[in-house]
């Protein structure tokens, strides 16, 4: 199985703040690499897919990059919807694994 | 806009079998693979298996040979069980449509998640 390994596993953050959350895969995945969001009691979100491709509907302050095995997720200026836990997946091969999850919670 | 809800129960005995079902609104579903994936309490994201509405289906090793996955088009549903349940089964359980742009392939919609719990 791949494993997929979030950091940090939590953040705090203010309003306005730049964030960015790291997603590393223990094999190449090219761009393999799906982002949610997953607010408590609520279905998760999907935010971005192929890496890097923002999904519709989803506010352009939400950006994804990387390829291989190293991915990130930037939240240029965080709102306080966006308090939240955020998950990477990788959809290369299956059995579909995700990332542990980063916490993002209001400083 | 594709609505999922799952149902069915929350208590389940060990050594029983845990069945759940998700229920697909606002959209059909044929032509697209669905999924479920749970939770356990503090614990990340576990993917369990998928069915393509043809009724073909792969689920993870971890768990395989306990889990039954099945589609029942007729009342746009698809259903999930798992035998053999111990408290390590305990989790939150949610259904997911496969959606896919090109070659990549994502989880969306989610459901919003059902807690079934393995006790006595």
């Known amino acids: 199985d791949i494993q997929m390994t979030q950091s940090p596993s939590s953040l705090s953050a203010s309003v306005g703040d730049r964030v960015t959350i790291i997603c590393r895969s223990s094999?190449?995945?090219?761009?393999?690499l799906n982002w949610y969001q997953h607010k408590p009691g609520k279905a998760p979100k999907l935010l971005i897919y192929?890496?890097?491709s923002l999904q519709s509907g989803v506010p352009s302050r939400f950006s994804g990059s990387g390829s291989g095995t190293d991915f990130t997720l930037t939240i240029s200026s965080l709102q306080p919807e966006d308090f939240a836990t955020y998950y990477c997946?990788?959809?290369?091969?299956?059995?579909?694994?995700f990332g542990q999850g980063t916490k993002l919670d209001i400083k | 806009q594709v609505q999922l809800q799952e149902s069915g129960p929350g208590l389940v005995k060990p050594s029983e079998t845990l069945s759940l079902t998700c229920t697909v609104s606002?959209?059909?579903?044929?032509?697209?693979?669905w999924s479920w994936i749970r939770q356990p309490p503090g614990k990340g994201l576990e993917w369990i298996g998928y069915?393509?509405?043809?009724?073909?289906?792969m689920s993870n090793p971890s768990l395989k040979s306990r889990v039954t996955i099945s589609v029942d088009t007729s009342n746009n549903q698809f259903s999930l069980k798992v035998s053999s349940v111990t408290a390590a089964d305990t989790a939150v359980y949610y259904c997911a449509r496969i959606s896919s742009r090109g070659s990549y392939y994502f989880f969306d919609p989610w459901g919003q998640g059902t807690l079934v719990t393995v006790s006595s």
């Open positions: 606002g959209g059909s579903i044929s032509g697209y693979s």
């Open positions: 069915i393509y509405y043809s009724g073909s289906t």
């Open positions: 997946q990788q959809s290369y091969n299956t059995p579909y694994t």
């Open positions: 192929g890496a890097s």
């Open positions: 094999q190449s995945i090219s761009s393999y």
